[in-house]
């Protein structure tokens, strides 16, 4: 009896140490993602102000619904990173995948 409570304490060890090793796997692809629709982010927000500023010399503004799609991409990928730093998977995998879809509607504006 006593080798069946050892061999059922064995097999829960392992299966929680094969979550454990999942969770982390997901969690360094989700940061490998992160980390590239940062990336991105930075390069068309670096865009978006100088399209901002020579617009602006000109009188006029940059289209409302790009400078909020920039502002929702900053927030949801920032929301994203401390979800990963809080091992929130998926936390982390809702707010890059809201990021990414402002990321990417900018991306087409510019034409990238």
Do not use: C, P, W
């Not at 059922?8 to 796997?25: F, G, K, L, M």
């Not at 927030?75 to 890059?96: E, P, V, W």
């Amino acid at each position: 009896m006593a080798d069946q409570g050892s061999a059922s304490a064995s097999s829960v060890v392992q299966n929680a140490s094969s979550v454990d090793s999942a969770s982390e796997a997901d969690l360094e692809e989700l940061e490998h993602d992160v980390d590239q629709a940062s990336s991105r982010s930075n390069a068309v927000s670096d865009t978006l102000d100088s399209l901002r500023r020579s617009m602006s010399s000109q009188g006029v503004n940059l289209r409302t619904d790009i400078a909020s799609a920039q502002e929702l991409m900053k927030i949801n990928l920032d929301k994203a990173q401390q979800a990963l730093q809080a091992h929130d998977a998926k936390s982390a995998r809702k707010y890059l995948n809201i990021g990414q879809a402002q990321l990417e509607k900018i991306e087409k504006f510019l034409g990238h």
